[in-house]
Every structure is written in C-alpha cells, then in structure tokens.
C-alpha cells in the first residue's frame, strides 16, 4: 500500500510561497524608493525653475523701477535748477522793487501833497537830496503846498523853499495878464528806521513865511 505525505507538501509550497513574496516585496519597496527619488527630485527641480523664473522676473521688476528712479531723479534734477533759477529771478525782482520803492514813494508822497492851483515843473533826485520846480497861482498854495511835503515821515523837515519869483503872464497889458509864483523848493529823505541818522534829532524849522518877490 502507498502512502503518500501530503503534509509534508504542502509545507513546502507554503515556504516557497513565502520566499516569493518576500522578494517581492522588496523589488516594490526599491521601485517605491525609487519613484519617490525621482518625484523627489523632479519636484526639486521644478522648484528650482520657479525660483529661477521668479528671480529673473524680479530682476526685469529691478530694472524697471530703476529706470523710472533714474528718470523721476533726472526730473527733480531739471526741477531743482529750474527752481533755483526762478529764486535768482525772484531775488532780483525784489531787488530791483527795493530800489524803486523811494522814489515810488516820493512820487505819491509829493503827488498827494499838491493842493490846488499849484503844479509841478520838474522833480529831480540826486541822492538824499530832493529838488522840486513848480508854480502856483498864490502863495497860499505854496504854503500849503510845503506844509503837506513836511506832514509825512519820507522828507526830513524843516522843507526849504530855495526861491520863489513872480511871473506876469498872458495878456498885452500888464494889468491884463495873471501872476504866476515860480519855485523851487528843496528837501532830505528821511534815514530808514532803524539807521544811525535816524536817530539824530532834525534840524530847526525854518522861520517866517515864504515871500513872493517881483
């Protein structure tokens, strides 16, 4: 009779079995690994394209914003000289308005102080000395007249009336014509405030009356 172990068959299938899946198991676990490698470094690599692209793209963005710099300063540049300019111009506008304030104001000093029945001939300033050429028909104009030019603070007082002569004028007949009182009256102006001849006290009014003399 024939006996045959089946027992023991099997136990052999079984660790043959056993052995394959080992190895099989490896082999998956080294491809895992090494598609895991791979993803890895294909990851790796493609983030370091993004950083290189990202960088290049700032770079562009860098040299972008410096040629606006570069201009915006090259327009302050131009606006630093033009403003520049504009301050000489101003500086000089003053200047020159600084200079013409005396006379500006003597004119509209001696202006406002004509009376009527009185008119000016000439007016001439030679430094602080100012000469006035006029006539009038009487000598209460006149009076009135170098009153007013001592009322304000731009002539020093007292106002000297240098000299006054009587004209007869129009008229065939001597009784016909009209007298006229040519004068010339001459004055100081004032130191600005705050000089040392401001200081000083003004020199004595003159005294008497201005006389018309034929």
Same mark, same amino acid.
């Given at each position: ?200 006290? %003004? ?7 201005? %006389?018309?003399?034929?």
């Amino acid at each position: 009779m024939i006996r045959i172990n089946l027992v023991g068959v099997d136990r052999q299938k079984s660790k043959k079995a056993v052995v394959f899946d080992s190895g099989k198991q490896i082999t998956v676990a080294c491809s895992l690994i090494l598609v895991a490698a791979a993803l890895g470094i294909g990851w790796w690599y493609w983030s370091l394209e993004q950083a290189s692209t990202r960088v290049d793209q700032e770079l562009v963005a860098t040299e972008q914003e410096r040629a606006r710099l570069q201009s915006l300063l090259a327009e302050v540049r131009d606006f630093e000289a033009q403003r520049g300019q504009l301050q000489q111009r101003v500086a000089l506008i003053e200047q020159l308005r600084s200079g013409q304030s005396v006379p500006v104001q003597l004119l509209d000093h001696v202006s406002r102080s004509l009376p009527e029945m009185l008119w000016l001939t000439a007016m001439n300033q030679e430094g602080e000395s100012v000469t006035i050429e006029g006539q009038s028909t009487t000598l209460i104009a006149l009076s009135d007249f170098v009153g007013n030019l001592g009322n304000g603070s731009l002539l020093q007082k007292p106002i000297e009336l240098v000299n006054s002569q009587v004209e007869t004028v129009g008229g065939a007949a001597p009784q016909s014509g009209v007298d006229l009182i040519k004068f010339t009256v001459k004055a100081q102006l004032a130191p600005p405030p705050g000089s040392p001849a401001a200081g000083r006290g %003004a020199a004595p009014p003159a005294t008497g009356a201005p %006389a018309a003399a034929r």
